[in-house]
Structures are given as C-alpha cells and as structure tokens.
C-alpha cells in the first residue's frame, strides 16, 4: 500500500500514526501541496477532489479522505470496535 500525503497535515499523520500503531506496512510518497502536487493529472486521477491523503492499494484501489482510510486500516483491530454505539463515539 502507498499513502500519498504531506507530512506536514494533522489529516496525514493520523494515518502515518495508525500504520504505525497496528504494524501496517507501506509506502510513504510525500506529496507537496505547496507546490501543486495535487493538481497534476496523475493525482487528480487517484483522487479527483485533488486532496491528500489518498491511499493506494495493492489491487489499483484507492481511498481519499482521512477518516474513510483509518476507519478502513483500523477494521478488526482494538481501534475500531464492533459495539454501534462504540464505533460511533470513535467517529464522533
């Protein structure tokens, strides 16, 4: 898997975090918002809203925003748990 993001965004060291916490490997392709990084065709093609982070995985797939990939990484793990009313306090 490869996370594309800023490390300089809260939004992407929560995911460079919780891949750290849960042993996920991946790759990390740094992403320079400041630069237009996001603008080019090849990200606007991963994520066409043209933000970071986005994640691509192993199958082509790829997942934009924040939340949906560590909502997605943290699946089955402590993090996430299986109680409704548990997994809604974490999203909230």
């Not at 065709?41 to 970071?52: E, H, V, W």
């Not at 199958?59 to 748990?81: M, Q, W």
């Amino acid at each position: 898997m490869k996370i594309y993001g800023d490390a300089g965004s809260g939004n992407c060291y929560k995911i460079k975090l919780l891949c750290g916490l849960l042993d996920i490997p991946h790759e990390w392709v740094a992403v320079d918002i400041m630069a237009g990084g996001t603008d080019t065709g090849a990200f606007l093609r991963m994520n066409p809203n043209g933000k970071i982070p986005v994640a691509e995985f192993d199958d082509g797939r790829y997942l934009a925003e924040s939340n949906a990939i560590v909502n997605y990484l943290a699946r089955g793990s402590a993090l996430l748990p299986d109680d409704p009313w548990r997994l809604a306090k974490v999203q909230e």
